[in-house]
T-cell receptor, first 114, second 112 residues
Framework: ETGVTQSPTHLIKTRGQQVTLRCSSQ?????VSWYQQALGQGPQFIFQ???????GRGNFPPRFSGLQFPNYSSELNVNALELDDSALYLC?????????????FGSGTRLTVV | AQSVTQLDSQVPVFEEAPVELRCNYS??????LFWYVQYPNQGLQLLLK??????LVKGINGFEAEFNKSQTSFHLRKPSVHISDTAEYFC??????????FGAGTRLFVKA
């Protein structure tokens, strides 16, 4: 097992800029979900991708978008960054039958918007 | 609507003492429940899960949890904690849809 790898680990951006975060899924996992974890809070669901298609979305505006590639790696893009976007962004890969196995999380990307 | 409430934001406990981290959920449909642990500067790691069957679930690192449908609770327990158990613990619920709902977390602090 290779686990889930996220890059970069830390990032500082200015308000109004755009950012791309990357995730490499665990081998054999065909589903990737992205979560936002603000300081002192639990992870909040952003969206999920299955076989390169968005499979579901949480209460996040359209400036949060994503991609999943044929090798099941993924990107999270955020446009027009706001100060409140500062958070730890977690990528989680799974099989669609994740209830049996749960998610495998990466260590996250800490985004700071100034 | 589905929600998860962790009743304690912080739980300090002495090493080798027992601990219980409390979690309540609300859901109008059948729910599957999870506990995850997050160590500093790391992602979340699955501790245990309840899908169906026996209401007492055993997980890794000596943790266990009991599903109580009548009280809509899924409390996490460990009979004797170690310093290395110091971490953030998250209770989570899933109705089989595309997302998992997480609680706000409980910080367990084990003192020597």
């Amino acid at each position: 097992e290779t686990g889930v790898t996220q890059s970069p680990t830390h990032l500082i951006k200015t308000r109004g800029q755009q950012v791309t975060l990357r995730c490499s899924s665990q081998s054999g996992h065909n589903t990737v979900s992205w979560y936002q974890q603000a300081l002192g809070q639990g992870p909040q669901f952003i969206f999920q991708y299955y076989r390169e298609e968005e499979n579901g979305r949480g209460n996040f505006p359209p400036r949060f978008s994503g991609l999943q590639f044929p090798n099941y790696s993924s990107e999270l893009n955020v446009n027009a960054l706001e100060l409140d976007d500062s958070a730890l962004y977690l990528c989680a890969s799974s099989l669609m039958s994740r209830l049996d196995y749960g998610y495998t999380f990466g260590s996250g990307t800490r985004l700071t918007v100034v | 609507a589905q929600s998860v409430t962790q009743l304690d934001s912080q739980v300090p406990v002495f090493e080798e003492a027992p601990v219980e981290l409390r979690c309540n959920y609300s859901s109008s449909v059948s729910v599957y429940l999870f506990w995850y642990v997050q160590y500093p500067n790391q992602g979340l790691q699955l501790l245990l899960k309840y899908l169906s069957g026996s209401t007492l679930v055993k997980g890794i690192n000596g943790f266990e949890a009991e599903f109580n449908k009548s009280q809509t609770s899924f409390h996490l327990r460990k009979p004797s904690v170690h310093i290395s158990d110091t971490a953030e613990y998250f209770c989570a619920a899933d109705t089989g849809g595309f997302k998992t709902i997480f609680g706000a977390g409980t910080r367990l602090f084990v003192k020597a």
